[in-house]
């Protein structure tokens, strides 16, 4: 098989590709570098440049390359971008979807991966949420990431093609310090960037109902993320492959904003006390995985704990912020 993983150049396509590659998949990837850094993918993978809104390019890239199979992570992730520009969300999450979906029909491709999210859920007041929880975007982002699964399905079905979608939970490190995230929108590059700065980190409020007051959230290593793609991708992979999954990708586990501030002040030596200030709107007091399923399905179960995803996720940032 032959698979084109699209946003191949970004944080966590970057780290898919690599695992893939290692583990002896052909592989190339698509990235119009509006986010990503070609220097990120191996040697060994070539990369188009180019938009996954194109549909002319995707049956190009098909054709010449013999695509077998397709592993979409490009898109918009950042949620406040996604309130103030919704319209774009749309159009390239699932409007560049379906372009995306098309041609795939039309190349006879018969195996996909979606890159969805945990924003699908919304904020459910469950313990662990399971991928029976109900889903309840609250934002625009996680809308399109919902719509995005139902397209995949529909399509899957209509057209004969086997899928998977990952619901990922709170992504964070880096398997080598150059292949780490450089944007700085979810917490542990947020904190990284006060200590820089030499400021205390934040804590959103402290009064949740949780056991000591911040939210929980469920952090899930990138390197094991991106095994947890190898793993569908072999699935596809298999003469029985068929139908369409859906799978929750996070560690199972817990962590405070209180717990993961502490880690980063032992890992970084920078224990200054943080400030705590009002709960920002739309934050759930607890969101964590049931990973059962996953484990089920794919055979798969993160392995990397919290502090081993600091560490990496530091050294990535020493690596593009320097100090
Ligand atoms: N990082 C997270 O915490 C997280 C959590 C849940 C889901 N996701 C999803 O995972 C996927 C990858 O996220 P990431 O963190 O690696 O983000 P990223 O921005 O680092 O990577 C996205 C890549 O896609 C490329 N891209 C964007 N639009 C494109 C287009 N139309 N055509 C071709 N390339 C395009 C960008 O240049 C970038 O290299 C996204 O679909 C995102 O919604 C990420």
């Not at 119009?32 to 180019?50: I, M, Q, T």
């Not at 109902?209 to 596809?236: F, K, N, Q, S, W």
């Not at 501030?261 to 964590?288: H, M, N, S, Y």
Request: hydrophobic share 40%; with cysteine.
């Amino acid at each position: 098989m032959t698979w084109l993983i699209t946003g191949g150049a970004g944080y966590i396509g970057a780290h898919v590709a690599r695992v893939m590659t290692d583990a002896g998949e052909r592989v190339l990837a698509l990235d119009d570098l509006s986010a990503g850094y070609p220097a990120r993918l191996p040697a060994e993978v070539p990369l188009v440049r180019g938009s996954s809104l194109d549909g002319d390019l995707l049956k190009r890239v098909f054709a010449e390359h013999e695509v077998t199979g397709v592993v979409h992570l490009a898109a918009r992730k950042q949620v406040a971008e996604s309130v103030a520009q919704p319209t774009r969300y749309y159009r390239e999450n699932v409007g560049g979807l379906a372009t995306l979906l098309d041609a795939v029909a039309e190349a006879g491709i018969r195996r996909l991966l979606f890159s969805s999210s945990a924003a699908v859920y919304g904020n459910p007041d469950v313990d662990l949420i399971t991928e029976r929880t109900p889903c309840a975007p609250v934002n625009p982002y996680g809308e399109t990431k919902l719509a995005g699964e139902w397209l995949v399905r529909a399509a899957g079905q209509a057209h004969g093609i086997a899928t998977v979608c990952l619901r990922y939970f709170n992504v964070a490190g880096a398997a080598a310090p150059e292949l780490a995230d450089t944007g700085v929108f979810n917490i542990v590059p947020m904190v990284f960037d006060r200590l820089t700065r030499d400021e205390a980190p934040r804590i959103f409020g402290d009064d949740y109902p949780t056991p000591d007051g911040t939210c929980v959230r469920d952090y899930i290593h990138v390197a094991d993320l991106a095994e947890a793609h190898l793993a569908a991708v072999r699935r596809l992979s298999s003469a029985d492959a068929g139908g369409d999954l859906t799978l929750n990708i996070g560690s199972g586990e817990g962590v405070s904003v209180r717990e993961l501030i502490e880690v980063i002040g032992d890992v970084t030596g920078d224990r200054r006390t943080p400030l705590v200030e009002g709960r920002r709107p739309g934050d759930a007091p607890r969101a964590v995985a049931s990973a059962e399923l996953a484990a089920r399905e794919l055979g798969w179960t993160a392995r990397r704990g919290v502090r081993e995803m600091v560490e990496s996720a530091w050294r990535g940032w020493q690596h593009h912020h320097g100090g």
